[in-house]
């Protein structure tokens, strides 16, 4: 056999068997890529995503998308050629799999934590929007969660309303643990509360609960990295009663990421006239109560996902603006914002042509 015919031989055999090991070894990264872009003023699966009864709506137009990233699941393992080519690839992103998946988080745990995130998302939504229209919606602080083998498991249940902790009254969820850690860990801690069912019960007849419960725990010392304190084993949340329904249909996304798309939505749908000015509008960013955005993860794909959609401006979270202006989609604008206020405001120039005055993400 000719030397350059056994070279090329060898050569392609070698290829071969490299290609091979790349597909059988495994790495721990995960890959992000874009996901879908749903307009929230438009229908998804058949129906609106929006669906507001008991309260005026008005006829709308334009864009204004929430956006998604795909990622691996918890429990697909990557190989190397997987890896290098999401590595080259333009529209996705490999990044170590405990970054997605920290602690050894399964996908059941992790599909469960982004439905719950996804749920207080469409609330505090719901919130922040009517906030902003001046519409009242009476809210009380509930246990959101009781921990396994916690002192409070079988004590306190998910949806009880806490009036208050030792006698102080409750405002806000942050104030349980405050009250908590008063304590040493073996003390006992009373919790006064409206349980689940008769709060489900009050709010059908549209009447305030009026039967309460004292609770009584023995605190326990915390196990997590932080200080060790007293606690009982829940984690606090806030719900919420509306003048009116509103419903939030979109199936299969999860994650607190949607919450300022969907309260902007609500907000068009709920005034005259087109927030857009007709414009194809996506974006991004978690929201709370008053109206505040946070940073979300995956920001490139997200602007990668928008353009490709056909998005012409994202409003985009003060924190991701650096990230995200690193690699921009061409024709797209990223408008920063941090409030509810300030995407009002974006969009209200951009329906006046004031696109010079817009607040632009920059790289640094």
Same mark, same amino acid.
């Not at 015919?5 to 070894?25: D, E, H």
């Not at 995503?49 to 918890?74: C, D, E, F, W």
């Not at 004031?354 to 790289?363: H, I």
């Given at each position: 056999? +000719? ?27 995960? %890959?992000?890529?874009?996901? +879908? ?10 129906? +609106? ?19 998604? /990233?795909? *990622?691996?699941?918890? =429990? ?5 050629? %997987?890896? *290098?080519?999401? $590595? ?48 009242? *919606?009476?809210? $009380?602080?509930? /246990?959101?969660? /009781? ?12 949806? =009880? ?9 409750? &405002?806000?969820?942050? =104030? /349980? ?9 073996? %003390? ?21 609960? !009026? ?56 907000? #068009? ?18 929201? #709370? ?12 794909? &997200? ?25 921009? +989609? ?6 920063? *914002? ?10 209200? #120039?951009?329906?006046?042509?004031? !696109?010079? #005055?817009?607040? &632009?993400?920059?790289?640094?």
């Amino acid at each position: 056999m +000719p030397r350059r015919t056994a070279t090329m031989l060898a050569s392609t055999l070698m290829l071969i068997a490299l290609l091979c090991a790349g597909v059988f070894i495994k790495v721990p990264y995960s %890959e992000l890529s874009p996901g +879908p872009t749903v307009n929230t003023l438009g229908d998804h699966g058949g129906e +609106p995503v929006l669906q507001i009864s008991g309260r005026k709506t008005y006829p709308t137009s334009g864009h204004l998308n929430m956006t998604t /990233v795909r *990622v691996t699941s918890a =429990d697909y393992k990557m190989n190397i050629v %997987e890896a *290098v080519y999401g $590595w080259l690839a333009h529209d996705a992103k490999v990044v170590p799999h405990d970054t997605l998946y920290p602690d050894g988080k399964t996908e059941e745990q992790s599909t469960q934590e982004n439905a719950e995130e996804f749920s207080q998302s469409q609330e505090s939504a719901k919130v922040a929007a009517l906030k902003e229209l001046h519409v009242p *919606v009476q809210s $009380w602080v509930i /246990v959101s969660t /009781v921990v396994k083998d916690s002192p409070a498991e079988g004590r306190l249940h998910a949806g =009880d309303v806490i009036k208050d902790v030792d006698g102080t009254a409750v &405002k806000a969820p942050d =104030d /349980v643990a405050k009250l908590v850690t008063r304590h040493k860990p073996g %003390e006992k801690v009373v919790f006064t509360i409206v349980p689940a069912k008769e709060q489900a019960a009050a709010e059908k007849a549209n009447k305030p609960a !009026t039967k309460t419960e004292k609770i009584t725990i023995t605190t326990r010392t915390s196990e997590d990295d932080g200080a060790k304190r007293a606690i009982v084993g829940i984690a606090a949340g806030t719900d919420h009663t509306f003048p009116f329904t509103i419903d939030i249909k979109l199936a299969d996304v999860g994650g607190p990421s949607a919450g300022l798309m969907f309260a902007l939505g609500i907000y #068009d749908k709920l005034t005259p006239g087109s927030l857009t000015g007709g414009k194809f509008v996506a974006g991004t960013g978690t929201i #709370d109560d008053d109206g505040k955005v946070g940073p979300i993860g995956g920001i490139e794909m &997200k602007t990668v996902g928008a353009r490709d959609k056909g998005a012409q401006y994202f409003l985009t979270p003060a924190d991701n603006c650096a990230a995200a202006a690193k690699d921009t +989609p061409s024709g797209l604008t990223l408008i920063k *914002v941090n409030t509810i206020d300030d995407a009002l405001g974006a969009l209200k #120039d951009l329906r006046e042509g004031k !696109t010079s #005055d817009l607040p &632009k993400c920059t790289k640094s």
